[in-house]
Every structure is written in C-alpha cells, then in structure tokens.
C-alpha cells in the first residue's frame, strides 16, 4: 500500500512507529496488517490551510489499483485509520456558514490502475 500526499506528513497513535510510519510525505508501512491489527491517528500533521492539501492517493502496489482524491476547500484535519483490508484517510473541513445561507464544496474521487 503507498499512501501519498502533497506535504511532508508526521503522526502519532495506535501504530505509528511499530506498524506504519511517515517519511516525506508518505505512509509507509513496515509490513502488512494481520487481520485484527489496525493503525489510527486522530490527525495528520504538516496541513498548510491551503485546498491544495487536500489531495491524497492511495495506491494498492500488489494491483495497481489506486485512487486519487482532491476536495477545493482547506482541511481542518485528516484522521487516518486502517486494517488489513482496508485504508481510510478521513477528511474534515471547516463548515462555516450563516442561517439561511449556502456552503458548497466538491470532491472528485479519481480511480486508476498504475501499470508498471
């Protein structure tokens, strides 16, 4: 699994330095989950306040399947979870708007294969 985003990223939680870790601005994980085992943190570091931030891909290496997500709006945080089946960064933005008013946000979720 190869779990990129656009800034160098730290992290601490259940997993962090055992299972997984950051270097640059990758997850990388140490050797592959065994079921039952979980990796969490409650918050990416490194966030700028830009929208640029929000751009993550997710990249299975034995399938070449990957996903590419981006979002127009700044992340407030990113929380990360995952198991031996699966990979989950969580997206939080800042949501601020007045009665009676309109908040609108996109997010373009791009699904790719990687050939060698």
């Avoid at 990758?26 to 085992?37: N, P, S, T």
């Avoid at 990957?66 to 699966?86: F, N």
């Amino acid at each position: 699994m190869n779990i990129e985003f656009p800034y160098a990223v730290s992290a601490e939680g259940r997993g962090f330095g055992s299972l997984i870790r950051t270097q640059g601005n990758q997850l990388v994980y140490d050797r592959v989950l065994l079921k039952g085992e979980q990796v969490y943190t409650a918050g990416l570091q490194g966030l700028s306040g830009k929208a640029s931030d929000y751009d993550i891909r997710i990249e299975n290496l034995k399938t070449g399947a990957g996903i590419h997500i981006e979002g127009d709006k700044p992340l407030e945080k990113l929380v990360y979870w995952a198991c031996s089946t699966t990979s989950c960064p969580e997206p939080y933005i800042k949501i601020d708007v007045a009665p009676g008013k309109e908040f609108r946000w996109q997010i373009r979720y791009t699904f790719y294969e990687k050939r060698p």
